[in-house]
């Protein structure tokens, strides 16, 4: 039930590249492919509601909690991590899991009475606390917070809600400050139903800097959403199943577009939908259909992908030399977490593979230049007929670049004899 896999895409052909383009795009949102962290989190948030449940249908004043709701207060679970890397899908995918509204009928109720498995808001726009609390009850109310937060614990208790959820907390009430969102979430959490909110990491470095008493209720207990690894089975089913759902339009050898997508977007999956997206543009501006690596690789060049181009080479720096401070706070995680091994291997082994690139790039002459040129230009051509990686050129060694370094300064060097 938390998996998506849509269905392949038809008949882009017959749309306008833009068009074709959204679609596209739209279809490849819908894919999710939980990872073990997801699965986790689901589970966790399924039993804490099951526990709830039990415990409070079990108890002796379970009717009387219906007319006087008992003073209760939860210490919310937060869901942090980079913009991008699944939070909102998991979220998603949690609440397919959770029961739906069902009907039933109770000796204690006259009639029959809807009972919900857990209420969802998005605090976008939201003024505080008091508004929110209007919401769960269905819209605006002349109670006054107090009034509502009673009405919201008998509701919860007569509902049989289990679950609280709050997504969207950083584009609450825009603009005032993180006190705002601290009333919401204190506020939410009086209600006394297990209570969960999704935040940036923005958001979470402006909640450290409350008061302890805050922080003590807010932050102690969260949960971090990492990008998958480059070598995990989940990123490389993920990458598999947006081939597929493009109906095989991207004409790439899978792993190798495993290794780039990963290269190029840091394994967040917005990012690659909107790489994939605008390589899809690429290729139509070229006359073509089919995605191949090529219009990837322009589409991480181009002006549209410029700014998530440099969050990425700023991340990919993070993974290899942390540097904290307060001038990237949205890119670095609040919590003392250590990177995976393997990603930070694989940053390391991607500049390592710039770098020496680039250093062989200097030591070659202008006609070694502009016959690689024109090899690069022939091999564009002959892609569209067989959009297959070609064998990397060998790494020079360190004799090989010394004795191209000396080749280009001799080459370069002005006679002594002005005569000459």
Same mark, same amino acid.
């Given at each position: 039930?938390?998996? %998506?896999?849509?269905?392949?895409?038809?008949?882009?052909?017959?749309?306008?590249?833009?068009?074709?383009?959204?679609?596209?795009?739209?279809?490849?949102?819908?894919?999710?492919?939980?990872?073990?962290?997801?699965?986790?989190?689901?589970?966790?948030?399924?039993?804490?509601?099951?526990?709830?449940?039990?415990?409070?249908?079990?108890?002796?004043?379970?009717q009387?909690?219906?007319?006087?709701?008992?003073?209760?207060?939860?210490?919310?679970?937060?869901?942090?991590?980079?913009?991008g890397?699944?939070?909102?899908?998991?979220?998603?995918?949690?609440?397919?899991?959770?029961?739906?509204?069902?009907?039933?009928?109770?000796?204690?109720?006259?009639?029959?009475?809807?009972?919900?498995?857990?209420?969802?808001?998005?605090?976008?726009?939201?003024?505080?606390?008091r508004?929110?609390?209007?919401?769960?009850?269905? =819209?605006?109310?002349?109670?006054n917070?107090?009034?509502?937060?009673?009405?919201?614990?008998?509701?919860?208790?007569h509902?049989? &809600?289990?679950?609280?959820?709050?997504?969207?907390?950083?584009?609450?009430?825009?603009?005032?400050?993180?006190?705002?969102v601290?009333?919401l979430?204190?506020?939410?959490?009086?209600?006394g139903?297990?209570?969960?909110?999704?935040?940036?990491y923005?958001? &979470?470095?402006?909640?450290?800097?409350?008061?302890?008493?805050?922080?003590?209720?807010?932050?102690?207990?969260?949960? &971090?959403?990492?990008?998958?690894?480059?070598?995990?089975?989940?990123?490389?089913?993920?990458?598999?199943?947006c081939?597929?759902?493009?109906?095989?339009?991207?004409? %790439?050898?899978?792993?190798m577009?495993?290794?780039?997508?990963?290269?190029?977007?840091? =394994?967040?999956?917005?990012?690659?939908?909107?790489?994939?997206?605008?390589?899809?543009?690429?290729?139509?501006?070229? =006359?073509?259909?089919?995605?191949?690596?090529?219009?990837?690789?322009?589409?991480?060049?181009?002006?549209?992908y410029?700014?998530?181009?440099?969050?990425? =080479?700023?991340?990919?720096e993070?993974?290899?030399?942390p540097?904290?401070g307060?001038?990237?706070?949205d890119?670095?995680?609040?919590?003392?977490?250590p990177?995976?091994?393997?990603?930070?291997?694989?940053?390391?082994?991607?500049?390592?593979?710039?770098?020496?690139?680039?250093?062989?790039?200097?030591s070659?002459?202008?006609?070694?230049?502009?016959?690689?040129a024109?090899?690069?230009?022939?091999?564009?051509?002959?892609?569209?007929?067989?959009?297959?990686?070609?064998?990397?050129?060998?790494?020079?060694?360190?004799?090989?670049?010394?004795?191209?370094?000396?080749?280009?300064?001799?080459?370069?060097k002005?006679p002594?004899?002005?005569?000459?």
């Open positions: 039930m938390a998996t %998506v896999r849509p269905a392949p895409i038809e008949d882009l052909e017959s749309l306008a590249a833009s068009q074709a383009a959204d679609r596209f795009a739209d279809a490849l949102k819908q894919i999710f492919i939980p990872d073990q962290f997801s699965v986790d989190f689901i589970l966790e948030v399924a039993g804490r509601a099951h526990a709830h449940s039990s415990r409070l249908a079990s108890s002796r004043d379970y009387s909690a219906l007319y006087n709701p008992p003073e209760a207060e939860v210490f919310p679970l937060c869901l942090t991590g980079l913009a890397v699944g939070k909102s899908e998991t979220i998603k995918a949690l609440r397919r899991v959770l029961p739906g509204p069902i009907h039933a009928i109770s000796e204690h109720a006259l009639s029959e009475h809807l009972l919900v498995s857990h209420w969802y808001s998005s605090a976008r726009g939201k003024a505080g606390g508004q929110q609390l209007a919401d769960f009850l269905g =819209g605006s109310s002349k109670l917070q107090a009034k509502l937060l009673i009405e919201c614990r008998r509701r919860a208790i509902d049989g &809600v289990s679950a609280l959820i709050l997504e969207e907390l950083q584009h609450a009430n825009t603009g005032a400050g993180t006190a705002k601290t009333d979430l204190l506020t939410v959490a009086n209600i139903v297990p209570t969960y909110y999704v935040a940036n923005s958001l &979470v470095h402006r909640l450290k800097d409350r008061n302890n008493e805050d922080k003590q209720r807010l932050l102690s207990d969260p949960r &971090v959403m990492l990008p998958e690894p480059p070598d995990s089975a989940t990123w490389r089913e993920y990458i598999q199943e081939v597929a759902v493009s109906n095989y339009r991207i004409v %790439v050898d899978v792993e577009l495993t290794i780039e997508l990963y290269r190029w977007t840091f =394994g967040l999956k917005r990012l690659v939908v909107l790489l994939l997206k605008q390589a899809y543009l690429e290729a139509r501006q070229a =006359g073509r259909y089919e995605i191949q690596m090529q219009d990837i690789s322009r589409a991480y060049l181009s002006t549209s410029s700014v998530n181009r440099a969050d990425v =080479g700023k991340l990919q993070l993974a290899i030399q540097r904290p307060k001038k990237r706070l890119l670095i995680c609040p919590f003392e977490i990177m995976r091994t393997n990603v930070i291997a694989f940053a390391k082994r991607d500049r390592e593979e710039r770098y020496i690139q680039k250093v062989y790039e200097s070659r002459t202008a006609d070694e230049r502009a016959s690689a024109s090899d690069t230009s022939t091999n564009l051509q002959t892609t569209a007929d067989q959009p297959k990686r070609q064998k990397p050129r060998p790494k020079p060694t360190s004799k090989e670049l010394a004795a191209n370094f000396t080749a280009l300064l001799d080459s370069t002005k002594t004899n002005p005569g000459e």
